[in-house]
């Protein structure tokens, strides 16, 4: 459909995008990055911040990731893709605090932890390093915006409820706000209910995962 | 054959470390005017939300304290002085306003690095509000007596990040005023 040498079509290439969105969420599907999630979703402020900044270091790390596939010897690949993506991790860093101050002060310590956002290192191990640039791409983008709508949806129950306020808004004067929520087990709380209520409404997600998973792998 | 592979990692790991060094030095070079001049313009809103009536601020120094002369025309108003916690995430910047007779003016956070939520309230302000409930607690009293449990109050879930302002604002601004005043 797209020319490429015949081997990719437009809705082949679409999926390698729209998979990030929802059938292979980061956060609700494949499970990984809980860690900042966990951390950071205290507000939705942060969550989109960090989304954003999360969704840059993956593609700029897929890009060069699979740009030097070929020439990154198998046993030392690890550290050459750490090297990658802290890199693109520091750039976003001082960008941050030269343009965004703000929220790099919100955010603060957890964007240089973006460096070892499973997220970020998953998608370069199992997918950038053996695929093609611009399929790499499209996952990064997929995978980037899936994380922060993730992102989004789980700081906004935990702002709402622990706080009252929705992007520092105040929405609600009329409870005392549980603390919890903006503490630890209101992230797990979060996530985890999260995480069952969208297994619920899809039906076997487990097996139809694992169906996926195995045709892909023999392909 | 084994020289080779090594050989092979060693050149392909130094290439894109050295490849990682260049783009980073660029990028830093690029951004360091812009990220100092964030901290400086930070630190110039935080002296005039202080002392408001100053309308002069030279930047000073004694004995490694940094502060700043706040004048107006030639009479003294006060002193703003830098001041620096070990909070519960990592450095609390701050800028506190002195009066020359000891009494706390206003406190001002430049940078912290607290949990959001619950150390951070130590720089949040409700819309409408200057400044945060916790730092507001310091306006009017003299330095060298402000402690929490004492005059000042924690904030909730927050006691390492309070007490870290606290102490270093009482520990600095007094021993700033006893050195300025020689």
Known sequence: ?219 | MKMNQMARFGIVLGVICLTATLVLAVTYHITKPKIDEQMRLEERKALEAILPEADTFTEKSVDGIGYFEALKGDRLVGYCVRVTANGYGSFIRMVVGVKPDGVIEGVEIIENQETPGLGAKIDEQKPGEKRSRFLRQFEGKPAQSVEVKKNIDAITGATISSKAVTDAVREKVTEFLSKVKR
């Open chain 1, 1 to 219: 459909m797209w020319g490429f040498g015949g081997r990719c079509n437009g809705v082949r290439l679409l999926g390698e995008f729209v998979k990030g969105l929802w059938r292979e969420n980061p956060t609700f599907r494949i499970v990984l990055g809980l860690c900042p999630t966990l951390a950071v979703s205290t507000c939705v402020a942060n969550g989109i911040g960090m989304g954003l900044a999360a969704t840059f270091v993956l593609l700029g790390s897929n890009i060069f990731v699979s740009l030097v596939r070929n020439i990154v010897p198998e046993k030392v690949r690890i550290p050459c893709y750490i090297v990658i993506i802290a890199t693109f991790v520091t750039i976003a860093d001082l960008f941050m605090k030269a343009y965004s101050p703000l929220l790099s002060r919100a955010l603060g310590m957890f964007v240089p932890l973006i460096v070892v956002n499973c997220i970020v290192l998953g998608r370069a191990e199992v997918f950038s390093s053996k695929e093609p640039l611009l399929k790499s791409i499209l996952d990064a983008l997929g995978m980037g915006l899936g994380f922060t709508w993730a992102l989004i949806l789980i700081s906004a129950i935990r702002e709402l409820l622990g706080n009252g306020t929705i992007l520092g808004f105040s929405i609600s004067r009329s409870f005392e706000p549980p603390l919890f929520m903006i503490l630890a087990p209101g992230a797990l709380l979060t996530i985890g209910i999260l995480i069952g209520i969208l297994n619920y409404f899809t039906m076997n997600p487990v097996r139809k995962l694992f169906s996926n998973g195995m045709k892909r792998s023999l392909k």
